[in-house]
């Protein structure tokens, strides 16, 4: 079973809304087992929309058509698929009778164009609207595709898809096999180097497709199966994620498309009572501005210091000015001071520091990039890893807070949860 997705408005051409509908739509259907391997945009020309509605006919099994039922001029969608399936325009009774109700009730005079909200193509199941005055409708014909009409306005267009619509279509088409998917988030690889790492196995698979996304600082992979059960389902998404894990597991920190690094980080040192701190220099406190944004985060992290200036490393976390002096801001040495000052002050058994150069000039011979990341890991000696990072200042530095979150995400993994 196939369908395509046809969103009708000229206002979403010109970029003035965002095409939301399509995506609740394309959703629905993969919960429904139909595939969607196309989804169209067309402006408010009967022309146009012609063309597309019989390009689409000839290719699926279900045209979806959302938008373009209102009582405008513009509003052209259902005479369009009309004329398109031979058949007049039909008045529905109820969604009249709501219509008349709706301006007795207000107070208002109805002009003669609301009428058109209330018709469909004549031999369609008209579809009522919870949320609005135009009827949906579906269409469904014995030689050529389906159709089915929805409204454009998202408020109106999700109720009536999620309850009139769906239950029809799942009546006419039985429940097919349905998609599922399971997104495995990396940090530290790029999706080139990913894809590289995974070649054969995204070549070689026909029952899991594997699709890589590059997002910011990170990468995803998709992983979409298609069957009759989940649990089936289930089967060769965990086959695929452990051949993906067996090469590129290191990388891997967590699911899901609204997961983090930082919340994956900070759910673990809650789960184990691990408090944190840190000490900012070139991240200025996006750091702690980025922990801070995970709900929970105050049973762990009682604070922490933004040390920009090289007094203030001194004064607020104790880094001898001998070190500075001798070995400079921009070095392993400070790095590790900073780290456990920042945990000496506040008594956290963890701590983080950030030091190098976001640039645009260099620093202590140091070009931009360059960055030191302390780690301060309760009874563990104090460690600093050098990274050096490409981009304007912004960039280096949400680089250097996502390295320092995956700093400790290794060392949280290479302690048994149960330690205290």
Request: aromatic letters at 6%; hydrophobic letters at 40%.
């Amino acid at each position: 079973m196939q369908a395509e997705i046809i969103a009708v408005g000229t206002e979403i051409l010109l970029g003035q809304i965002t095409n939301t509908n399509s995506m609740h739509i394309a959703q629905g259907l993969a919960e429904l087992g139909v595939d969607s391997y196309y989804q169209t945009v067309v402006g408010d020309n009967p022309a146009r929309l012609a063309s597309v509605i019989e390009i689409a006919a000839q290719r699926n099994d279900l045209v979806i058509l959302s938008g373009g039922l209102g009582p405008t001029k513009d509003d052209l969608t259902k005479q369009t698929l009309a004329k398109y399936l031979n058949v007049p325009l039909v008045e529905d009774t109820a969604a009249m009778r709501a219509i008349d109700d709706y301006f007795k009730t207000t107070g208002r005079s109805m002009t003669a164009n609301n009428r058109i909200q209330a018709l469909y193509p004549a031999g369609a199941t008209p579809l009522t609207n919870h949320n609005g005055m135009a009827v949906g409708a579906f269409y469904q014909s014995p030689d050529s595709a389906d159709f089915l009409l929805l409204p454009g306005p998202p408020r109106e267009m999700r109720k009536m898809f999620e309850l009139e619509a769906k239950p029809k279509l799942q009546a006419a088409y039985g429940q097919q096999a349905q998609i599922y998917s399971r997104v495995l988030r990396f940090f530290g690889i790029g999706e080139s180097k990913l894809v590289t790492e995974l070649q054969a196995l995204i070549d070689g698979q026909q029952a899991v497709t594997i699709a890589p996304y590059a997002k910011t600082n990170e990468v995803t992979l998709r992983l979409s199966a298609q069957a009759d059960s989940k649990q089936a389902a289930q089967v060769a998404l965990d086959d695929v994620e452990t051949q993906i894990k067996d090469k590129v597991g290191r990388y891997f920190y967590g699911y899901g498309d609204d997961n983090s690094l930082a919340k994956v980080v900070i759910k673990t040192m809650i789960d184990r009572q691990l408090s944190l701190t840190a000490a900012e220099s070139l991240t200025a406190g996006e750091f702690q501005s980025t922990i801070g944004s995970v709900p929970g985060v105050s049973a762990i992290f009682p604070g922490g210091f933004v040390t920009y200036a090289n007094r203030a490393k001194h004064q607020l976390v104790n880094v001898p000015q001998t070190t500075i002096d001798q070995a400079g801001v921009v070095s392993e040495q400070t790095a590790i001071a900073m780290a456990d000052g920042a945990r000496t002050q506040l008594g956290t058994e963890v701590a983080l520091s950030f030091t190098g150069v976001a640039g645009p000039d260099d620093l202590e011979g140091q070009p931009a990039g360059t960055v030191w990341i302390g780690l301060a890991y309760r009874q563990t000696p104090t460690i600093a890893r050098l990274y050096h990072f490409a981009g304007d200042r912004q960039k280096i530095r949400e680089r250097s807070v996502m390295a320092g979150l995956d700093l400790l995400r290794h060392a949280l993994a290479a302690e048994k949860p149960t330690e205290k």
